[in-house]
Each structure stands twice: as C-alpha cells, then as structure tokens.
C-alpha cells in the first residue's frame, strides 16, 4: 500500500470510529445530535439543536439535571449549575443548559460548550452529594465504634502517618498497647474508592500492625472496581454485628 493509500485509509477508519461515537438524529420530532461526552452514570450526552435563519439554539434538553434525579443528587445540581453553565460560556434556564441563538461559525463550539458544561454539573452534584451521604454515614460509623469499643478508646480522627505521607484517617480505635483500627467510610463512588485505596496502600506499606478496614453501607451493592479494596483493607457492612467489628480491631 503506497502512502496515499495508506493515508486514504486511515482517514476512512477514523471517519468510521466518529461516525460511531457521534451521530446526528431526529428525536421526537426534534434534531439531536449524541457526542462523546459521558455523564457519571455511563450514558452520553445529547444535544438538541433548533435553527432561526442562520442562528442555533443549542440545548441539553436538561438531561445533566434528569442524571442527577437519578441518584438523587438533584438538589446539589441546582447549587452548582448556574456557576458552571457561566464559566462555559452558556446559561440554564431552571432544567437545561444552553447557548442562545448561535451563529453558524460557531455552532460546533456551542455544542462542545453545552455538552461538557451538562456533564460538569452533572459531576460536581453527585461529587457534592457523594460527600455529603459520607459525611453522614461517617457520624454513623463513629457513634457505632464508640459504643462498641468504648468512647475513651476512640478518635473521631487521627493523623496516621504512611510510607509517603500522613493522613487523616477517622473512628481510629487506639487499644492500651497503642495498637490501632481504622474504620474509614467508603461509598461506591470511584472518587471515595480511589481515594481510600490510596491511603490504605500507603498506610499498609509503612506499619503491618494497624487493622484497616473500609466501611461501606451494603457489601453486596459493591460493584467489582469497589471490591477491588479488599485487597489492601477489610471491607465491613456498618451493620455487622458487635464481634464482627472487633475481630476485624484485632486483625491486622
């Protein structure tokens, strides 16, 4: 194959690989174009268009904010949503983010702009809300581990200090040899999880003696990459039972 022919065909395969991850639709009447840009949950963006003359209107027919309905995160989105839209360049009318009345030279940027803005928000309110429902259900593990270990045992937070750096690890059991368990929350999200990883990793590398364990809400609604913790750290129900909690204290 010469370099022409070779070049021709590149260009065919990368037509090809866009055509597959953006494509133009009509929906409901209405023109739509989905783009490769994913929200949280894995779906992709869509971006409805409407012409005036020589002007778009572009929208995300509120599908950022329909994202974080479903995971109940709704009320974060409508807290970040008007700071994010007006860093992109683009504005929310109380359900979707748009760019008003485009001129034709700049359409592709009002749909990058749109897209990505949607899926800013979307993130921030489930990032808000992820921390928010931790913070909670630390509170929860911290009064659990003080009834179960006594309450002059147990600090709310502790500086522990790993092979490459410190960190502040919560419901720290200190028993009268100066051993110590961690029961740090943990929430399914991929941010709560990478970090937890992290800070066990590193903590594990530096003292063998300490009994790290991950406390989630239910075990069996972890999906595999959350699992995936158990190999640094042991993964609790925050409602095992008493002796399960303290023969995890004493396994390190």
């Known amino acids: ?5 070779m070049d021709k065909f590149i260009h065919d395969r ?4 866009l055509n597959r991850i953006s494509n133009i639709r009509e929906m409901d009447g209405r023109l ?15 971006i409805e268009i409407n012409r005036n003359g020589d ?6 027919m509120g599908l950022g904010r329909l994202e974080t309905e479903l995971v109940a995160a709704e009320d974060y989105y409508a807290r970040v949503v008007g700071k994010v839209a007006e860093a992109f360049g683009v504005k929310f009318d109380g359900n979707a983010i748009f760019a008003m009345w485009t001129p034709s030279p700049r ?3 009002a749909i990058i702009a749109v897209s990505n803005a949607s899926n800013k928000a979307c993130s921030e309110a489930i990032r808000h809300a992820e921390e928010a429902k931790g913070r909670r259900q ?19 937070s502790a500086d ?20 110590k368990a961690i029961f740090e929350p943990m929430t399914s999200h991929a941010n709560s999880v990478s970090s937890k990883f992290l800070m066990f990793t590193d903590i594990k590398a530096a003292e063998q003696t ?35 909690y303290r023969a995890l204290a004493d396994a390190a």
Do not use: C
């Open 14 to 17: 990368i037509r090809q690989a």
């Open 160 to 179: 522990i200090r790993g092979r490459h750096a410190e960190w502040e690890a919560h419901n720290v059991v200190i028993f009268p040899d100066r051993r």
């Open 138 to 156: 630390n509170e929860r593990i911290f009064q659990r581990i003080q009834d179960i270990f006594g309450r002059k045992s147990v600090a709310r």
């Open 1 to 5: 194959m010469t370099m022409v022919g």
């Open 55 to 60: 002007s778009y209107w572009v929208s995300d």
């Open 210 to 244: 300490i009994s790290l364990n991950a406390v989630v809400r239910n075990f069996e609604n972890l999906d595999e990459k959350a699992q995936m913790i158990g190999d640094v750290a042991n993964i609790v129900s925050i409602d095992s039972s008493d002796d399960d």
């Open 32 to 46: 739509v174009v989905d783009v490769p840009v994913m929200y949280p949950s894995g779906a992709t963006a869509t």
């Open 107 to 109: 359409l592709e940027a």
